[in-house]
């Protein structure tokens, strides 16, 4: 069992930074890479970016591609997302969920946080 806890959420103005972080807990942490998800109020969920698990793969979805960088920690058990020049269009609940395999997408994702708010206005 994979326990993920997502932190660094917040109110941001348009323009700001904000990183998020992702703490991985539990026996098999080590074999999955990891992914940022996110969900704004009446829409679905969609990707954001994703991390394989010794960090030299990623991959980013076009809306943030340039603005958003994921990373990892691997002694830490703990992997990034570091967002900048924010819009009002990145406001949602973030979530980050381990991903057995990053090699095309749709990615399937095993575990998952709670989410962590982000708030982006203009």
């Known amino acids: 069992q994979v326990q993920l806890v997502e932190s660094g959420g917040g109110r941001a103005q348009a323009g700001d930074s904000l990183r998020l972080s992702c703490a991985a807990t539990?026996?098999?942490?080590?074999?999955?890479?990891m992914g940022w998800l996110r969900q704004a109020p009446g829409k679905e969920r969609e990707f954001v970016a994703a991390i394989n698990w010794s960090g030299d793969s990623t991959d980013y979805a076009d809306s943030v591609k340039g603005r958003c960088t994921i990373s990892s920690v691997n002694a830490r058990n703990t992997v990034y997302l570091q967002m900048n020049s924010l819009k009002p269009e990145d406001a949602a609940v973030y979530s980050c969920?381990?991903?057995?395999?990053?090699?095309?997408?749709?990615?399937?994702?095993?575990?998952w946080g709670q989410g962590t708010q982000v708030t982006v206005s203009s």
């Open positions: 539990g026996g098999t942490v080590r074999v999955y890479g």
């Open positions: 969920a381990a991903v057995p395999a990053i090699r095309s997408r749709p990615y399937n994702y095993d575990y």
